[in-house]
C-alpha cells in the first residue's frame, strides 16, 4: 500500500473511531429499550474466515477494529460513495465477525448500504468494502427483530464473490433467550434484497 493511501486509511479510521457519530448501542436489557425502539439481532459471517495476520490490527489505532465489520445503515436506502464518509457511518452497526450482534434501532424499517472491514497490513491496516444493498423490515411497536446471518464469501485477493442471508433463527433465538430472557418473543424477518425506487 502507498504511503498517502496508509495515512488516508489511518485517518479515515481515527476519524470513525473518534469524529463519527456513535453506532446503533448494544442492548443489554430490554428494559433499557425506549417506546419506539427495538433490538436488532444479527450476526456477520465471512468465509473463509479471517486469518491471524489479516485481523491483527498493528501499531497505535485508536479503537477496536479488529474483526469487527462496520454495517453501514440509513432508513433510506441510497448508493455509497467508493470511500464512505464519515458521516456515512452515522447509524452503523458493530459487528463482531463470528458473533450474534444484539442492538438498538428504531421501530422502522433501515437499509444496510454496505459493510467496511479493517484488516492488517504490515504495520497498518486497510479498509475491504463489501457490498450491501439490503432491506431490514420491522414494523412499528415491534421489540425484537431478528434479521439473519449475512454470510460474506471472498476469495484468495479479498474479492467478495457471494453474499447471503443465511437464516440461523433457531441459535439466535436461544442466545436470545439467554440473555433476555423468554418472555419477549423474537420476531424472524431475513434481510431481503432492497428494491430500487
Request: with cysteine; proline share 8%; glycine share 8%.
Amino acid at each position: 500500500m502507498s504511503l498517502p493511501r496508509l495515512f488516508a486509511t489511518a485517518f479515515l479510521a481515527v476519524a470513525v473511531a473518534a469524529c463519527a457519530p456513535p453506532p446503533r448501542a448494544p442492548v443489554d436489557s430490554l428494559h433499557t429499550l425506549a417506546s419506539d425502539e427495538v433490538v436488532i439481532v444479527g450476526r456477520v459471517e465471512l468465509v473463509p474466515p479471517l486469518s491471524k495476520e489479516e485481523a491483527k490490527i498493528r501499531g497505535g489505532v485508536i479503537g477496536d477494529f479488529e474483526n469487527r465489520m462496520m454495517l453501514i445503515a440509513d432508513d433510506r436506502l441510497r448508493a455509497l460513495p467508493d470511500e464512505p464518509r464519515v458521516a456515512d457511518y452515522a447509524g452503523r452497526i458493530e459487528a463482531r465477525i463470528g458473533d450474534t450482534f444484539f442492538v438498538r434501532s428504531k421501530s422502522a424499517p433501515f437499509y444496510v448500504l454496505g459493510g467496511v472491514l479493517f484488516i492488517g497490513v504490515g504495520k497498518g491496516m486497510q479498509p475491504v468494502h463489501f457490498p450491501g444493498g439490503l432491506q431490514v423490515d420491522v414494523k412499528p411497536g415491534e421489540r425484537a427483530v431478528y434479521i439473519g446471518t449475512l454470510r460474506y464469501h471472498r476469495d484468495e485477493f479479498f474479492e467478495i464473490t457471494r453474499m447471503s442471508v443465511v437464516d440461523d433463527y433457531r441459535e439466535a433465538n436461544a442466545q436470545f433467550a439467554a440473555k433476555f430472557g423468554k418472555h419477549m418473543p423474537l420476531r424472524k424477518a431475513l434481510m431481503t434484497r432492497a428494491k430500487k425506487p
